[in-house]
């Protein structure tokens, strides 16, 4: 098997965005596109099947993966979590700031969704204005009485306030947990991995294209979903423990790209080829070229691959190198789902 360049997967939202997606993915871009759903097998919240990626020939990637699990997949990866990729990669181009929002962790959607997984995810920045924040985690100990009343006010000041803000950079990376309220400011564009659902919980909706009272609750309701919410002070100290800054991972070779913690959830390395050709493991992956132009080489073949390409790599590929042509060289981020012997303490 080898791998395949994958075709542009956007769609409306109801936040603004998505034109540099189109420079990037050569197209179709925005104004109401912001996200780019890249090797998914993951359908949007009561939607299906939007969402879901197809292969070049057609065929939706989920039911290729169902047809024949290890050889996308590996026998130890499915032996320990089926045939779940057990990660969604996204592109968000934000044109408008996010609404105060929150995912709910596994404990919770196994409880009120029937659902093996929740929604951690993480933030590998490719692009952000100077001095642009996000927005993670309550600022200080909250009670749910507080937060329900600003929800129901419809009170964004008092919301976006309490949050503990952080000023990202390109190339930075960050890890969300489940749980935790969270902004991202206009401008910022990143490369997202996070657990394969669509759950998200909206405190606040004023100035976007959603009705947060319909449909920002996950139909469990506010009074079930607020329960989701991790109330507890982050500290700026505690986001240092979810920032890998860029210093950490820029640098010829092949870099981790996410904290540590992380890795119960998901893999993503930075690679640059400018000190040699990077060479990857077996595994299943999603990589997206960010910059140069080069060849991918696996067991099976080789594929031209140039920037803005997003290439999809089944396990049966084998072991792959990566190799930048000419005087340039080829970076981008090597998009996994975690080891089969990761931690077990994904919650």
């Given at each position: 098997?080898?791998?395949?360049?994958?075709?542009?997967?956007?769609?409306?939202?109801?936040?603004?965005?998505?034109?540099?997606?189109g420079a990037l993915r050569h197209g179709p871009g925005g104004p109401q596109r912001p996200e780019e759903w890249i090797g998914s097998?993951?359908?949007?919240?009561?939607?299906?099947?939007?969402?879901?990626?197809?292969?070049?020939?057609?065929?939706?990637?989920i039911e290729a993966i169902e047809s024949d699990p290890q050889a996308w997949l590996g026998a130890d990866h499915v032996a320990r979590f089926g045939t779940s990729t057990e990660v969604?990669?996204?592109?968000?181009d934000l044109d408008q700031r996010l609404p105060v929002h929150l995912?709910?962790?596994?404990?919770?959607s196994r409880t009120h969704l029937g659902l093996a997984h929740g929604k951690t995810e993480a933030w590998y920045v490719l692009d952000a204005p100077e001095g642009g924040e996000v927005g993670v985690g309550f600022a200080e100990e909250m009670s749910r009485d507080q937060v329900a009343a600003w929800v129901d006010a419809e009170d964004s000041?008092?919301?976006?306030?309490?949050?503990?803000?952080?000023?990202?950079?390109p190339g930075d990376a960050m890890l969300v947990p489940a749980g935790l309220p969270h902004t991202v400011a206009s401008g910022v564009f990143v490369l997202e991995l996070q657990e394969p659902t669509d759950l998200s919980i909206l405190l606040e909706w004023q100035g976007f294209a959603v009705d947060g009272?319909?449909?920002?609750?996950?139909?469990?309701?506010?009074?079930?979903?607020?329960?989701?919410?991790?109330?507890?002070?982050v500290s700026s100290s505690d986001l240092d423990h979810l920032v890998l800054p860029r210093e950490q991972i820029e640098g010829a070779g092949l870099h981790s790209a996410m904290p540590a913690a992380a890795d119960a959830y998901f893999r993503a390395h930075h690679f640059d080829t400018s000190g040699g050709p990077v060479d990857v493991d077996p595994g299943f992956a999603v990589i997206l070229m960010l910059d140069g132009h080069?060849?991918?080489?696996?067991?099976a073949g080789s594929l031209q691959v140039a920037k803005g390409d997003a290439v999809l790599v089944p396990y049966a590929a084998g072991r792959l190198s990566l190799h930048g042509e000419g005087a340039g060289k080829l970076t981008g981020v090597v998009c996994?789902?975690?080891a089969p012997d990761a931690p077990t303490d994904a919650r």
């Amino acid at each position: 098997m080898l791998p395949v360049l994958l075709p542009v997967n956007q769609f409306d939202h109801f936040y603004r965005g998505g034109d540099r997606i189109g420079a990037l993915r050569h197209g179709p871009g925005g104004p109401q596109r912001p996200e780019e759903w890249i090797g998914s097998t993951t359908a949007r919240f009561g939607q299906a099947p939007q969402g879901f990626s197809r292969l070049p020939d057609g065929r939706l990637l989920i039911e290729a993966i169902e047809s024949d699990p290890q050889a996308w997949l590996g026998a130890d990866h499915v032996a320990r979590f089926g045939t779940s990729t057990e990660v969604l990669i996204k592109l968000l181009d934000l044109d408008q700031r996010l609404p105060v929002h929150l995912h709910p962790n596994r404990e919770f959607s196994r409880t009120h969704l029937g659902l093996a997984h929740g929604k951690t995810e993480a933030w590998y920045v490719l692009d952000a204005p100077e001095g642009g924040e996000v927005g993670v985690g309550f600022a200080e100990e909250m009670s749910r009485d507080q937060v329900a009343a600003w929800v129901d006010a419809e009170d964004s000041e008092s919301l976006l306030a309490s949050l503990q803000r952080r000023v990202v950079r390109p190339g930075d990376a960050m890890l969300v947990p489940a749980g935790l309220p969270h902004t991202v400011a206009s401008g910022v564009f990143v490369l997202e991995l996070q657990e394969p659902t669509d759950l998200s919980i909206l405190l606040e909706w004023q100035g976007f294209a959603v009705d947060g009272k319909k449909d920002g609750h996950l139909d469990l309701g506010f009074d079930t979903v607020l329960g989701a919410v991790d109330y507890s002070a982050v500290s700026s100290s505690d986001l240092d423990h979810l920032v890998l800054p860029r210093e950490q991972i820029e640098g010829a070779g092949l870099h981790s790209a996410m904290p540590a913690a992380a890795d119960a959830y998901f893999r993503a390395h930075h690679f640059d080829t400018s000190g040699g050709p990077v060479d990857v493991d077996p595994g299943f992956a999603v990589i997206l070229m960010l910059d140069g132009h080069g060849v991918l080489t696996t067991e099976a073949g080789s594929l031209q691959v140039a920037k803005g390409d997003a290439v999809l790599v089944p396990y049966a590929a084998g072991r792959l190198s990566l190799h930048g042509e000419g005087a340039g060289k080829l970076t981008g981020v090597v998009c996994r789902p975690p080891a089969p012997d990761a931690p077990t303490d994904a919650r």
